[in-house]
């Protein structure tokens, strides 16, 4: 049986937000934490005020919290259910949650603020700016 993800589509994107907002990183959270996984993608810092912030300052702090806690492929054929995906657009790294059938739940890319929304990609749309995934550690 397939799972109805509608739930997390049209989410409007806001860095940090909650409830009916959200940014890549808020929607995966949450996504594993209703599937009750583990990993809560919380290092134990505050995340940056801002994504201009965030960007400037710690570009590389989701994906050393992602290689620590999951196993890397960088093949997407290999991806499970609730594989997280890393795709590289515009030079802006997003990720997303992998649903099976070659789709993938993300953010519309690219980004605009306070517009775009969550939304899920067939893999023709997300599988040429693919640059990682993260399997879930059993």
């Given amino acids: 049986m397939k799972e109805n993800l509608n739930k997390y589509i049209g989410k409007v994107h806001e860095y940090q937000g909650a409830g009916d907002t959200c940014d890549c990183l808020n929607l995966v959270q949450q996504f594993y ?4 996984y583990e990993q809560d993608f919380d290092d134990g810092r505050p995340r940056p005020a801002t994504y201009d912030e965030y960007i ?6 989701l994906i050393r919290y992602l290689l620590k806690h999951f196993a890397v492929t960088e093949n997407p054929d290999e991806l499970e259910y609730g594989d997280v995906i890393l795709v590289l657009v515009d030079g802006d790294p997003h990720v997303g949650v ?15 603020y306070g517009k775009s929304k969550s ?3 067939r893999a023709r749309y997300w599988k040429p700016f693919f640059r990682a995934g993260f399997k879930r550690r059993k």
């Fill in 56 to 61: 400037k300052h710690e570009p590389t702090r």
């Fill in 33 to 36: 934490k209703d599937h009750g």
């Fill in 98 to 112: 992998y649903v099976g059938e070659g789709k993938a739940l993300a953010m519309e890319i690219p980004v605009i």
């Fill in 119 to 121: 939304t899920i990609y």
